[in-house]
Each structure stands twice: as C-alpha cells, then as structure tokens.
C-alpha cells in the first residue's frame, strides 16, 4: 500500500488556517454564499505585501454519506489526515429522510495548510443534515457545492442498500463509488446492483450508460489472500497447474448467505482470470453454496461457499482458502487456514507431490481509512474487482 493516515505527518497548528460557520436552518444558497466567503477569507495573503491571493489547490470532491450522527466525528477526522496529501472539497450529507419537515443544518469549515512555498492546500468541508424528502434527491444537493474538473468520489458510508434510484442518483454527480460491502443491509443485493452498474450482470442496460467506477472495502481486505494464490502460480513451472485444478473452496465466518459474498468474490476473481463459466449454481443447505465451472481448457472445477460459525471474527471475514488439481505429475494442493483465535495470520499449506510446504502469512487488519486513501492514490477504476464482480454475478444470484 502507497501510504497510511499515520505515514501523513500532521501540520503544526500554527501552520494551519481554520474558518467556520454553521447554522442549523438555513437554504442552499446561503450555503454557497458562504461558502465562497469562507474560501476567499482563506486565500487573503499574510500580509500587504502580496499582491495577490493564494488560489485554491484542489485535486478531487469527495462527498460521503452516512445516516447516523456519530459517522460525522469519525469522518471528520479521516478527511483532516487526507486533505495534506489529497487538497479536496469534502461534502458530508447526514441524510434523515424518515423526519418530517424539511429544514436543512449545515456547518462550513475551511482550512489552509501553509507549506514551504508559501501556498496553502486547502480543505474546504461542507457537513449537511438534510431532514424529509429532499434527503432522497441527493444530486441536486451535491451538484452546487462540487469543484467542477476535478474528479468526485462518493462513499456511501450509510448502511441502507443501494437500490436502482440511488444509483442514478449518484451516477450524476460522482466519478467513482466506493462502498463497504460488508456494512450494508443486504451487501448481495448491494454487490448485484454494482454489477450492473458496471455491465457485469444481465441487469446492466438499464444503468450502465455514463458507467462510472465502483470500488468496495471489502475487495481490498482480501488482497492478502489473492496475493497468496497469485504467488503459488507465479513461478513459470506452475503455469500449467492453472489449466488443472479440480476443486476451489471458501468458508467465511456466519451463517447467513450474505456471509459468503466475500468468498463470491474471491471465486468470482479466479473465474474471470482463469476463463472459467460456471454451468450449474444452487445451494446445498442453508450454510453452503455449490457451482460447477467449466473451464475450456482442462476438467471441470467444484467449487464450494460455505458459513462456519466463528465467535473471534466478524462474519464474512474468510476462514479458510482451499483449491487442489491433479496433473499427469501426481496431485497438487493449497490451503490458506485463518487463525482460529481471529489472530492477524493464516497458515498457508502448500503440497506439490510428495513435498509438503508450511508458512505463516500475515493478515494485518487495515483501517477503513488507510483503505479509502489507497483507493484515492489509484485510479478510479479498478478493472480487476470489475473483472471479479462479472465473475461472481451468477455465485452472488444463488445467495439470494
């Protein structure tokens, strides 16, 4: 990973400007007003002798969305440790649609980090708590307050499910969404509604046009464990294992379907990269999901989802990897087993013949926020999850 929030050195107070209005009933245009007032109060040079003001330097919006007030603290904090490295504009928006009436809060804070050269990077945040209906219009709030010409993330923090309208609504005014899976109420539903908005599932014609990126937290936390198998394959003597393999299996911590998605994914992953197409989807109980693939190229691939109720991790997390083939050589074999305390590592089994490889892999557990900042360091696509996601879309209808 690129950087972490604590690899960001924090500013001396006395290099950084602050301004700051809030008003809790106010209008848009008040907002805007103020807003540019507090930007231009910003930008004053530090003393007479300057002839003109600093100019904004901002590379990116970020707008976030959350329904529960306490997320407004906590996001606060991680656009603060952002702005040094990624100047923004952030717009927070405390949707209350459930209330009556339609009044609207809202809080401006600026700041101008002064760096060596003498131009301040500026962090200018607008926090709005939009109650009753206007809480599900969320373009025309967002549209005003972005920074055209620059790209626009949305974080969509707030557990409510993505559904077709928000997805339009958001398709107007941001560049790349980025979600938690694992923090939705119904992350499968959620997961299939990215499918098609980026033209993986057979729902895709109805949004696809102005495709915009997505990205999901819980795509990153897997790494470790793509890493782990991509390395297997690495060396060019294995290349031929890929076209052999028989069986592929993932446990995840829960019980219910959605615990699998993570697994779906990961599964979903080696089908878009490995060509296959599964032929046969269904459950096997409550706890398990069984599909067939057919590869093209060798023999038809097993592969099993499955929930195992564990009381260290939070469920969905991956427990336990497992795929083995056969080749003319004799069989072949790799386990990726979670601790089973939840501790921060697997241990990694590896079986080639008659030799038995055992090593230890570390799973170090990232923050969300040092998640986000990766994301915003790379592109606004990320074509791999894509390629993931289109592979998964018929694992995902089976957990239903």
């Given at each position: 990973?690129?950087?972490?929030?604590?690899?960001?050195?924090?500013?001396?107070?006395?290099?950084?400007?602050?301004?700051?209005?809030?008003?809790?009933?106010?209008?848009?245009q008040?907002?805007?007003d103020?807003?540019?007032?507090?930007?231009?109060e910003?930008?004053?040079?530090?003393?007479?002798a300057?002839?003109h003001?600093?100019?904004?330097?901002?590379?990116?919006n970020?707008v976030?969305?959350?329904?529960?007030?306490?997320?407004?603290?906590a996001?606060d904090?991680?656009?603060?440790?952002?702005s040094?490295?990624?100047?923004?504009?952030?717009?927070?928006?405390?949707?209350?649609p459930?209330?009556?009436?339609?009044?609207?809060?809202?809080?401006?804070?600026?700041?101008?980090?002064?760096?060596l050269?003498?131009?301040?990077?500026?962090r200018?945040?607008?926090?709005?708590?939009?109650?009753g209906?206007?809480?599900?219009?969320l373009?025309?709030?967002?549209?005003?307050?972005?920074?055209?010409?620059?790209?626009?993330?949305?974080?969509?923090?707030?557990?409510?499910?993505?559904?077709q309208r928000?997805?339009?609504?958001?398709m107007?005014?941001?560049?790349?969404?980025?979600?938690?899976?694992?923090?939705l109420?119904?992350?499968?539903?959620a997961?299939?509604?990215?499918?098609?908005?980026?033209?993986?599932?057979?729902?895709?014609?109805?949004?696809?046009?102005?495709?915009?990126?997505?990205?999901?937290?819980?795509?990153?936390?897997?790494?470790?464990?793509?890493?782990?198998?991509?390395?297997?394959?690495?060396?060019?003597?294995?290349?031929r294992?890929?076209t052999?393999l028989?069986?592929?299996?993932?446990?995840?911590?829960?019980?219910?379907?959605?615990?699998?998605?993570?697994?779906?994914?990961?599964?979903?992953?080696?089908?878009?990269?490995?060509?296959?197409?599964?032929?046969?989807?269904?459950?096997?109980?409550?706890?398990?999901?069984?599909a067939?693939?057919?590869?093209?190229?060798?023999?038809?691939?097993?592969?099993?989802?499955?929930?195992?109720?564990?009381d260290?991790?939070?469920?969905?997390?991956?427990?336990?990897?497992?795929?083995?083939?056969?080749?003319?050589?004799?069989?072949?074999?790799?386990?990726?087993?979670?601790?089973?305390?939840?501790?921060?590592?697997?241990?990694?089994?590896?079986?080639?013949?008659?030799?038995?490889?055992?090593q230890?892999l570390?799973l170090?557990?990232?923050?969300?926020?040092?998640?986000?900042l990766?994301?915003?360091?790379?592109?606004?696509?990320?074509?791999?999850?894509e390629?993931?996601?289109?592979?998964?879309?018929?694992?995902?209808?089976?957990?239903?």
């Amino acid at each position: 990973m690129a950087q972490t929030i604590g690899a960001i050195a924090s500013l001396h107070p006395d290099r950084v400007r602050t301004r700051h209005w809030e008003s809790s009933d106010t209008d848009m245009q008040t907002v805007m007003d103020q807003l540019l007032w507090l930007g231009s109060e910003l930008r004053q040079p530090d003393s007479a002798a300057e002839d003109h003001p600093h100019p904004r330097n901002c590379v990116l919006n970020v707008v976030v969305t959350f329904r529960e007030e306490q997320r407004a603290a906590a996001v606060d904090r991680l656009l603060a440790a952002l702005s040094p490295a990624h100047p923004m504009r952030a717009i927070l928006l405390h949707l209350d649609p459930g209330t009556e009436g339609g009044t609207l809060g809202a809080s401006i804070t600026g700041q101008a980090h002064r760096l060596l050269n003498g131009f301040p990077v500026q962090r200018e945040q607008v926090l709005l708590h939009v109650r009753g209906p206007a809480a599900d219009h969320l373009a025309s709030i967002v549209e005003p307050l972005l920074v055209p010409d620059i790209p626009t993330f949305l974080w969509w923090s707030r557990r409510s499910d993505l559904d077709q309208r928000a997805l339009r609504e958001v398709m107007q005014v941001a560049d790349a969404l980025v979600v938690d899976s694992t923090q939705l109420d119904s992350p499968v539903e959620a997961l299939l509604a990215l499918a098609a908005l980026t033209g993986a599932s057979p729902d895709a014609p109805a949004v696809v046009e102005g495709r915009i990126g997505v990205r999901d937290l819980q795509w990153s936390r897997l790494r470790p464990w793509r890493d782990a198998f991509a390395q297997f394959f690495a060396p060019a003597d294995r290349h031929r294992l890929l076209t052999r393999l028989l069986k592929l299996t993932c446990e995840s911590a829960g019980a219910s379907p959605g615990s699998r998605v993570g697994a779906a994914l990961l599964a979903g992953w080696a089908a878009s990269a490995l060509g296959w197409r599964f032929v046969r989807v269904g459950a096997a109980g409550q706890s398990a999901t069984e599909a067939v693939a057919e590869t093209g190229k060798g023999p038809r691939v097993e592969v099993t989802l499955r929930s195992v109720a564990n009381d260290h991790l939070a469920e969905g997390e991956l427990m336990n990897v497992q795929m083995a083939g056969q080749t003319e050589d004799g069989p072949f074999a790799m386990s990726v087993e979670r601790d089973s305390g939840g501790g921060p590592h697997a241990h990694v089994t590896i079986a080639l013949g008659a030799d038995t490889i055992r090593q230890r892999l570390a799973l170090p557990r990232v923050s969300d926020p040092d998640l986000l900042l990766h994301m915003l360091w790379t592109s606004r696509r990320d074509l791999v999850f894509e390629s993931a996601l289109a592979g998964a879309s018929m694992l995902l209808e089976s957990l239903r």
